[in-house]
Nanobody, 115 residues
Framework: QVQLVESGGGLVQAGGSLRLSCAASGSIFSINVMGWYRQAPGKQRELVAAITSGGTTNYADSVKGRFTISRDNAQNTVYLQMNSLKPEDTAVYYC?????????WGQGTQVTVSS
C-alpha cells in the first residue's frame, strides 16, 4: 500500500503561482511513476504532468512551459510548480502513484484561479 498526502492548493489570481506537494509513504519502492491529475467541475479527470523514477517527465499540452513537475527521492515527495496560472486551471488536483500493478490516489487539493 502507498499513501499520498497532498498540500499547497488555494486561491490565486490569474498570472500567479502555486506549488503543490505530494508526500508518499508506505510501499514506495513499488512506485514507477508519480503524477498530477486534475478534474474541473463537469469534466473528466485529466493528466497534468507525470515523472518516472528515472526522472523522465511528461506534460499535458495545456500546461507545457507553465508547470514543472519534480521529485525529491530522499523526501519521497513530488512537486508541481504552477506558474502563469489561468482561470481554466481551476480544478481539484490529485496526486497519483503507479507501480506494482496498482495505482494510488491522494485526496485531492483545490486550486482556484480568479480572473
Amino acid at each position: 500500500q502507498v499513501q499520498l498526502v497532498e498540500s499547497g492548493g488555494g486561491l490565486v489570481q490569474a498570472g500567479g503561482s502555486l506549488r503543490l506537494s505530494c508526500a508518499a509513504s508506505g510501499s514506495i519502492f513499488s512506485i514507477n511513476v508519480m503524477g498530477w491529475y486534475r478534474q474541473a467541475p463537469g469534466k473528466q479527470r485529466e493528466l497534468v504532468a507525470a515523472i518516472t523514477s528515472g526522472g523522465t517527465t511528461n506534460y499535458a499540452d495545456s500546461v507545457k512551459g507553465r508547470f514543472t513537475i519534480s521529485r525529491d527521492n530522499a523526501q519521497n515527495t513530488v512537486y508541481l510548480q504552477m506558474n502563469s496560472l489561468k482561470p481554466e486551471d481551476t480544478a481539484v488536483y490529485y496526486c497519483a502513484a503507479i507501480g506494482g500493478g496498482y495505482d494510488y490516489w491522494g485526496q485531492g487539493t483545490q486550486v482556484t484561479v480568479s480572473s
